[in-house]
């Protein structure tokens, strides 16, 4: 029996909430409710991240050192609980998902680590859990999306406040949009409403999908030298692009030869 038919034993048959996985060339996708890839793992390397948007939520590591807490809110197939998991020996990491099949799947098919006291995925409402009042994190990474488009819930005034509650200082926010939504200038609206001591956006490296970070306590300055310069260690130790991250926030955000500009802070 293929890989398809032994998945089709297991996924829903119908609607908008049902869950299934797609093999090509070497790559497995997860598709929840339509054909849009919401999550890819490559299978010769599991734990590295296959989709650009996905290597770009990582650049809020140009902004602070290591995270030891991290928040995920939209489990995938877990691509990135899993590449933060052996990154990041030190971090605890909670996922929030609300579909309890996007678990199995990620756990049977895309090798997400089994539970233990670093990595915790509830089945549960994002929006309710951020807006309690109790614990804190250093970063909170939001790829909440539907098979059609963001979740609104989960792109509100007051879901991006709750998260800001639920930074420690010097946290960061990454929301994933997408910047063909006619309504992203709204939500970006949003996240600067939550932070505003500053907001950043990065595109991603296939048009399409825009990083918003919200700094919650934003340096005093984002100097070209010392970007560029952290770029270069970074890029060593985890194998990602920051140096084409650096070049993507010289896009989409006030600068001048030196420094970059947070909006709100400038």
Known sequence: MNFFARWRLLRPAQGADSVYVTERFGVRSLHIGSDTIQSSMRLARPNDLELAYTRSMMAFLLFRPPPRRVLMVGLGGGSLAKFVYHQFPDA????LEINPQVVAVARRLFGLPA???RLVVRVCDAAEFVSADTGGFDAILVDG?????????LATAAFYSGCRRRLEPGGVLVVNLWGSDRRF???LARVGGAFPGG????????????????????????????L???AAGLEARYALE????????RRMNRYDAERLYISGNA
């Open 199 to 226: 907001t950043l956006c990065l595109p991603a490296e296939k048009p399409g999908n825009v990083i918003v970070f919200g700094l919650c306590d934003p340096p005093s300055a984002l100097l070209w030298d010392e």
């Open 228 to 230: 560029e310069r952290s």
């Open 92 to 95: 605890a990491i909670e996922v």
């Open 242 to 249: 920051f140096g084409r991250f650096v070049s993507g926030l």
């Open 185 to 187: 200038d709204d939500y």
């Open 145 to 153: 999306y539907d098979g059609e488009s963001q979740v609104v819930e």
């Open 115 to 117: 539970p233990d006291a």
